[in-house]
């Protein structure tokens, strides 16, 4: 026999015992957006290299080590996408979406990025992101979390995801407060780690961000961006806070929140949980004002976040909040012998046509009684439609309750839509 092919490590196949979860957790996702007035906007998943460099930045983890790049027949050199705010904003550029309009959308779909998988984390990820944009203030940066609270509440676990919050101020601020912390950072450089000191020199804020404990406690007393806030955006801050004090959001101000992707200013924030382990973000973004005219747009303001689906379902799977997704089937329809095979056709499709919510499955390759029930049972469904030559003959079917313990009744053929659209309605 010859060897099987493996799917590529990080990357997983969904199968149709979880679909249920993701296609659930999708049209919440999708229920929820529409009533906040957010349009879709899909983009390719690949887009090249120099989008990501430029976006995201030429000194992060992401650009430097993670991302799925390789020269395609051209030698053109594209890369599949790790995040999808730079391809919205590339997309919103090249099509006149963004300069001088306001948008707000979204997008959801397969994000690649080469880190060592581990639970919650994998190298084929699936993000549901919003992006707003040519909206200056905070009151944008307040909706756009409180869509995220919603989601929470949707489903069942507000009081398992905790909201981080930091204000990054200007790029002048940040430039003095950089200058500040290198220097803070420089009297600590023995307690520093091979990356830190690498980005001390490339990106020290991102030295804030280390999860190496040593590291972490060297920069415990570092000066904090928080407190060299230009005014606008200390504003803008006090702003945000307000509004999240009054929708009855809590949040905690966490100055040493960076981020790992360059572009952001003002608001960055992340949505955590302990219920994952290590992989505890299931939510993160902020203002990114400069990333439009960056790449190549004019000046216009922009807002989101992306939440991680796979650490969605994860946190579902963790607290038992995935067992009331609906079964794939509700009715399954016998034929006890081949002369009634068509006729239980015809009762499924009258079925699919006037009562079109039900999920009908026919049984097929024949089988006794027993060996039938038994496939209606794994099915799923409620009920059991069995037909033989007697309800053939008779016009009806016997309708058997596979998860009551309710006796058999008989249904006319001519009664059977209503009786299964009110059985399937209480
Ligand atoms: P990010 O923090 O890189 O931000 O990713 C957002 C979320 O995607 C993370 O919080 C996590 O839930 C999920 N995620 C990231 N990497 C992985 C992975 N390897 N496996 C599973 N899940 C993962 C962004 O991507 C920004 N584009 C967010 C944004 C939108 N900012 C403004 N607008």
Redesign the pocket.
């Given at each position: 026999m010859s060897k099987q092919i493996q799917a590529i490590r990080?990357m997983n196949d969904c199968l149709p015992a979880e679909s249920g979860l993701w296609q659930y957790v999708e049209s919440t996702i999708r229920q929820v957006v529409a009533s906040y007035g957010y349009q879709e906007i899909r983009t390719p998943i690949v887009e090249s290299t120099d989008l990501f460099k430029r976006s995201i930045g030429e000194v992060t983890d992401?650009v430097e080590k993670e991302m799925y790049t390789f020269a395609d027949r051209n030698q053109d050199s594209l890369t599949l996408r790790?995040?999808?705010?730079?391809s919205v904003v590339r997309a919103g550029n090249e099509h006149g979406l963004l300069y001088n309009q306001q948008q707000r959308l979204w997008y959801m779909g397969q994000?690649f990025?080469h880190?060592r998988p581990q639970k919650?984390?994998?190298?084929q990820?699936?993000?549901f992101?919003?992006?707003a944009f040519g909206l200056a203030g905070p009151d944008i940066d307040a909706e756009v979390i409180l869509l995220s609270a919603r989601l929470w509440k949707k489903f069942g676990i507000s009081k398992n995801v905790r909201l981080e919050l930091n204000s990054l101020g200007s790029s002048e601020a940040r430039a003095a407060y950089k200058a500040q912390l290198v220097a803070f950072l420089q009297t600590r450089k023995d307690q520093l780690d091979e990356d830190s000191l690498r980005r001390l020199e490339s990106n020290p804020l991102r030295v804030l961000d280390s999860k190496n404990p040593q590291v972490q406690n060297a920069v415990k007393d570092a000066p904090r961006l928080i407190d060299c806030l230009d005014d606008e955006s200390a504003k803008h801050f006090s702003g945000l806070c307000e509004r999240l004090d009054n929708l009855g959001i809590e949040y905690r101000v966490n100055s040493s929140l960076v981020?790992?992707?360059d572009?952001?200013n003002r608001t960055v924030f992340?949505?955590v949980t302990d219920d994952l382990g290590a992989?505890g973000?299931?939510?993160?973004?902020?203002r990114?004002d400069g990333l439009v005219e960056q790449l190549g747009g004019k000046s216009t303001q922009?807002?989101?976040?992306?939440?991680?689906?796979?650490?969605?379902i994860l946190m579902l799977q963790t607290l038992g909040l995935d067992q009331n997704i609906a079964s794939p089937v509700d009715v399954y329809v016998t034929a006890m012998d081949e002369s009634v095979e068509l006729f239980s056709r015809t009762v499924a499709e009258m079925l699919r046509d006037t009562v079109p919510q039900v999920k009908v499955m026919n049984h097929c390759a024949g089988g006794n009684f027993k060996k039938q029930l038994k496939r209606a049972d794994q099915s799923g469904a409620d009920v059991a439609l069995i037909i033989g030559q007697d309800e053939m003959n008779s016009q009806q079917v016997a309708i058997k309750y596979l998860r009551e313990q309710k006796p058999q009744v008989n249904v006319a053929l001519s009664e059977l839509a209503d009786f299964v659209q009110a059985h399937f309605s209480e």
């Open positions: 990080g992401i790790p995040e999808g705010t730079a994000m990025r880190e919650g984390r994998y190298r990820f699936h993000q992101g919003v992006e981020r790992g992707l572009y952001y992340e949505w992989q973000t299931v939510c993160a973004g902020g990114y922009g807002v989101g976040f992306a939440m991680g689906l796979e650490r969605l």
